[in-house]
């Protein structure tokens, strides 16, 4: 956006762009995003991966790093700087959103080195041709019930249309009987998210919601504030770089060429 121009100023089109937000700062594994694999720092991965998606116009590494900027411009990715002091990565992107005229916008995490294109690209198309949703999403089914019962995992329930319920750390649905028939306990969350880009701009004005603060997630935000959120059922279960034990089964995988 031109200096003197103003947000009212900006003419918004509809493409989609791609935002990486990516941390130096991790309590597990500080610098996760430069982490090495196969040669290559972890964001570079995410940002090839997001880069090959029809329908992306454009993808773009948000940091508050130079570390992170410095590595991201080496591989010839386009970085944006960002404030330190945002609360959330819905912040971080929205001040990136603010400044671009793109009608939509993928929320990609800068942990996911082996993310798939094609779920990215079916956000993409779910947003331009379902007009009555603010935000697409996508979930996976548990099988597990370790899995259910953890709450480091997100867990959704949708209604007959796919547009998310509620989203909870604990095990929802509840089901009064030894398990499904169908062998799916529920639903994993997978946090990658295509917003429309006036909804995005609204909730990062919004205040934090009391369900919001409760569970700690971001996207009951938009529940709380009526905003209809569409998910995509998908295979993939995405692996989240967290621990160093994850970032050494990233590489293994990447190793024999394996692709998610």
């Given amino acids: 956006m031109h200096p003197c121009a103003s947000p009212h100023d900006i003419v918004f089109t509809a493409t989609a762009v791609a935002i990486i937000p990516a941390r130096y700062k991790s309590t597990r594994l500080p610098g996760k995003p430069l982490a090495d694999i196969a040669g290559r720092p ?26 992170i900027a410095s590595a991201v411009t080496a591989f010839g990715g386009e970085v944006q700087m960002t404030s330190q002091a945002h609360p959330t990565g819905m912040d971080r992107l929205a001040e990136v959103a603010s400044s671009l005229s793109d009608q939509f916008i993928v929320n990609v995490q800068g942990d996911e080195p082996l993310i798939d294109p094609t779920l990215v690209g079916s956000l993409i198309h779910t947003l331009r041709t379902t007009p009555e949703i603010d935000i697409v999403t996508a979930r996976t089914p548990i099988r597990d019930l370790e899995e259910l019962l953890n709450p480091n995992v997100v867990k959704v329930t949708i209604d007959n249309k796919a547009n998310a319920m509620y989203f909870s750390r604990a095990p929802i649905p509840y089901s009064r009987k030894d398990g499904a028939q169908s062998g799916v306990l529920g639903f994993k ?31 009951l935000r938009a529940l709380e504030s009526d905003m209809r959120i569409r998910t995509i059922e998908t295979r993939f279960a995405g692996i989240s770089v967290d621990t160093p034990d994850d970032l050494n089964h990233v590489r293994h995988l990447v190793s024999i060429g394996v692709n998610q």
């Avoid at 964001?43 to 570390?67: F, K, N, W």
């Avoid at 990658?192 to 919601?209: D, H, K, V």
Wanted: charged share 30%.
């Fill in 189 to 219: 969350h997978i946090g990658l998210y295509g917003y429309r880009r006036e909804s995005l701009m609204q909730l990062a004005r919004s205040p934090r919601t009391p369900l919001e603060r409760l569970e700690e997630l971001e996207q």
């Fill in 42 to 67: 972890m964001i570079e991965h995410v940002y090839r991966r997001v880069q090959s998606v029809p329908g992306i116009t454009r993808v773009l590494v948000a940091t508050d790093d130079e570390r």
